[in-house]
């Protein structure tokens, strides 16, 4: 239920602001501002302030608009793939990035971190640039924008799990990154076969 509710919500979001994005800040761009505004370090009377140091909570909107945005291609190659690896691992992406979003959400919730309600721009680009696509011509565009996507989710779960300072999304990073790493593993193999 609560997933079911976690999408909708996410769905109408993303409608909501392709009708009024007419501002120069993405989804991303404005809750780092709205991160770094209400800082501890500034005024925590005023702002509420947040439990965390601006890395982790760039850490946090980044893995944020990733999620959604493996969510919402997963979405895409459900709809428009007939490849049943592309169409299984696309099942995957909405089951396991979903989850790991709720986790997320819910640790920015109790931290007072501000999360995208959308995409960033450079996402949105890739998601309307595959929904022009069709057929073979999609498959390996997806399947090529989520090697690149997992390449990137992987080096930012194990950055964090590195060097993150916050005990909470440090083990968010450490848990995710197997399954980030497993993801990988397998698109690789897509990508291998289709070549």
């Known amino acids: 239920m609560y997933m079911k509710k ?41 702002t509420g302030g ?32 007939s490849n049943a690896q592309v169409k299984e691992f696309a099942t995957m992406m909405v089951k396991d990035h979903g989850m790991a979003n709720a986790e997320l959400m819910a640790i920015a919730k109790q931290k007072n971190i501000t999360l995208p309600s959308t995409v960033d721009d450079e996402h949105k680009k890739k998601m309307d640039d595959l929904s022009k696509k069709t057929g073979a011509d999609f498959d390996k565009a997806y399947v090529s924008a989520m090697v690149d996507g997992h390449k990137s989710t992987l080096k930012l779960m194990e950055d964090e799990s590195k060097d993150g300072k916050d005990a909470d999304l440090k083990a968010f990073a450490t848990k995710t990154a197997p399954t980030v790493q497993s993801h990988l593993v397998m698109i690789n193999k897509i990508n291998d076969s289709m070549k």
């Open 6 to 46: 976690l999408i909708y919500v996410m769905a109408v979001s993303a409608l909501a602001f392709q009708a009024c994005s007419g501002g120069n800040k993405d989804a991303k761009e404005s809750a780092d501002s709205l991160n770094m505004a209400k800082d501890t370090t500034s005024n925590v009377a005023a």
């Open 50 to 81: 947040i439990a965390v140091d601006d890395a982790d909570a760039k850490f946090t909107t980044k893995a944020a608009v990733g999620g959604m945005a493996e969510v919402e291609l997963g979405k895409l190659a459900l709809e428009k793939s």
